[in-house]
Antibody, heavy 117, light 110 residues
């Protein structure tokens, strides 16, 4: 059984840092890559970044300067921090598991985050 | 930066066949991009349909099939149903752990 659940504040002020955590139920947490994907209102999906439990990570070049990813293999959680947010960062943020063939096989339900003062 | 292109919208008649495509603004899509396809209904998380170009995910009906046609990845729906009306996204793996989503295709069944 695999289950992902996002959590974090639903409202963030402009210029502040967005923080989300994904809690995972997965007996094989240590062997997969864990990703963040977002969907802005009325627009498509955008890959944000990934982290492997060993610490290997990378992120979307367009967001790289603002993204920090972290992971806790004991708690089976991984986290996203997005700095200096603007209204353009208002989105639904999904966490997802990326499988060995580089596709997303399990998704969280999504967390809606609004950037507004 | 890699840009993945999809038709913004397509329509198909019930029972008909439709092919959605996914291309690159620069270069050809190959199996090494591990093309995958996802279905998304309003207010829901994406659902995995196809991975590694043409492998159906668990429980996906066989009316959905994937392929590479020319320089693009393709998702074909054969015998479209009203319940297939939603948004479809492709994803390409471009190396260094980076995935890129296409802009999505809104499919209308009418």
């Amino acid at each position: 059984q695999v289950h992902l659940q996002e959590s974090g504040p639903g409202l963030v002020k402009p210029s502040e840092t967005l923080s989300l955590t994904c809690s995972v139920v997965d007996a094989s947490f240590g062997v997969y890559q864990w990703c963040w994907v977002r969907q802005t209102p009325g627009r498509g999906l955008e890959w944000i970044g990934y982290m492997y439990p060993s610490g290997t990570t990378n992120s979307n070049p367009s967001l790289k300067s603002r993204v920090t990813l972290s992971i806790d293999g004991v708690k089976k959680q991984f986290s996203l921090r997005l700095a200096s947010v603007t209204a353009a960062d208002t989105a639904i943020y999904f966490c997802a598991r990326r499988s060995f063939a580089n596709y997303f096989d399990y998704w969280g339900q999504g967390a809606r985050v609004t950037v507004s003062s | 930066q890699t840009v993945v292109t999809q038709e913004p919208s397509l329509s198909v008649s019930p029972g008909g066949t439709v092919t959605l495509t996914c291309g690159l603004t620069s270069g050809s899509i190959t199996a090494t991009h591990y093309p995958s396809w996802y279905q998304q209904f309003p207010g829901q998380a994406p659902r995995t349909l196809i991975y590694s170009t043409n492998t159906r995910f668990d429980g996906v009906p066989d009316r959905f099939s994937g392929s590479i046609v020319g320089n693009k990845a393709a998702l074909t729906i054969t015998g479209a149903r009203a319940e297939d009306e939603c948004d479809y996204y492709c994803v390409m793996y471009v190396g260094d752990g980076i995935s890129v989503f296409g802009g999505g295709t809104r499919l209308t069944v009418l």
